[in-house]
């Protein structure tokens, strides 16, 4: 079974993933891989350098402030760089799917899950959610940037009430509800279902 989690930026859907792997399962983190991709595959650069120009590389290396800047600040600019990156980071995690076919179940890990179009070819879809303040919170602390430059990543995501509208499975992740004890229900859910497949 493929099994998606997303949530919006500092939702904790990371840490929620690191939970499924401490119990055995494979989890694809599609954001570590969409930024390997940028830099490793000479097709993706070149269209990334196409679309913000060259600057967006130094030395080999993506200019993640940069692009930062400039895709957040403009939603048709944001919606044709996720254009370039979604179709590789898909076919990737399909590829990286079919070499974990015997567990019992996969994670794919993606705030974009829903925007992307690509949890329609999993079999679950799982959100984590978070109050925006404290999403915001986390994020200012996590990435030492200030509250606007959060705030303008807060606004090109989908709201979460959406993702939670297509999810199987909510996980919340406001600092008061355990996760241990959530996540541990999904999996033995997760692993019933394999079972009987």
């Known amino acids: ?102 567990a019992p179940y996969t994670i794919r890990e993606a705030a974009l899950l829903v925007e992307s179009g690509s949890y329609k070819a999993l079999d679950m879809l799982i959100t984590v959610t978070a109050p925006e303040a404290l999403r915001i919170a986390r994020v200012m602390q996590r990435d030492g940037v200030g509250r606007e430059a959060v705030e303008a990543r807060v606004r090109n995501q989908m709201p979460e009430e959406k993702k939670v509208a297509l999810s199987q499975a909510v996980i919340i992740n406001d600092g008061e509800q355990q996760l241990i004890p959530q996540v541990w229900k999904i999996h033995h859910s997760l692993l019933e279902r394999s079972a009987v497949k």
């Open 1 to 102: 079974m493929k099994i998606g989690v997303t949530g919006n930026i500092g939702s904790g859907k990371s840490t929620v993933c690191k939970l499924f792997a401490v119990l055995g399962i494979p989890v694809y983190h599609a954001d570590e891989r969409a930024k390997w991709l940028l830099e490793n595959d000479p097709n993706i650069i070149a269209q990334v350098e196409d679309l913000l120009g060259k600057e967006a590389y130094s030395n080999g290396r993506l200019n993640r402030k940069l692009i930062a800047e400039k895709v957040f600040a403009d939603a048709d600019l944001l919606k044709r760089y996720n254009a370039v990156i979604h179709p590789a980071v898909q076919e990737d995690a399909i590829q990286w799917e079919e070499t974990h076919a015997s």
